[in-house]
């Protein structure tokens, strides 16, 4: 049960939660600017939501699981993930950098940092380590040709 549980989304999820109640709750005063934090917010926010789409139309394109805690069938080199290695967490962070923007959260800012080394440690590093086991080489070839975060 756990494993469905402890999964991206729902990590995102409450650091959304965490950045929503700061802006709600303690705003501190402190501002990026409506106009430019709405614009550049939304930028994000698109941006992200369009490269977890990209990611997901390869996902079902290639036949292999999206689940992060399962093995996956094939290697995905093609499409976004000729960009880079994890586009579908790269969007979790600028969905999350763009709502905290958006919503003028400024302080939640430090929960960007901690969603990243949150990301890396429960679910890149684990499952960058699967794909190594199964795939070796070509694996190897891939983290050389692409980068992690990019």
């Not at 979790?92 to 949150?118: E, H, K, N, Q, Y």
């Amino acid at each position: 049960m756990l494993k469905w549980i402890d999964i991206p989304p729902v990590w995102l999820l409450a650091a959304l939660v965490l950045a929503w109640a700061q802006a709600r709750f303690v705003p501190m005063g402190l501002g990026f600017g409506v106009g430019v934090a709405d614009l550049l917010g939304g930028m994000l926010v698109v941006g992200g939501v369009l490269l977890i789409a990209l990611a997901v139309m390869e996902f079902r394109r290639q036949k292999t699981t999206i689940i992060p805690h399962l093995e996956a069938e094939r290697l995905i080199t093609s499409g976004i993930f000729k960009r880079t290695r994890n586009p579908i967490y790269a969007g979790d962070v600028l969905i999350l950098a763009g709502l905290i923007l958006r919503w003028d959260a400024v302080l939640s800012l430090l929960l960007v940092p901690l969603f990243v080394w949150t990301l890396e440690r429960r679910f890149i590093v684990p499952e960058e380590n699967r794909l190594r086991r199964k795939f070796r080489a070509e694996f190897a070839r891939y983290c050389n040709e692409t980068r992690r975060w990019a």
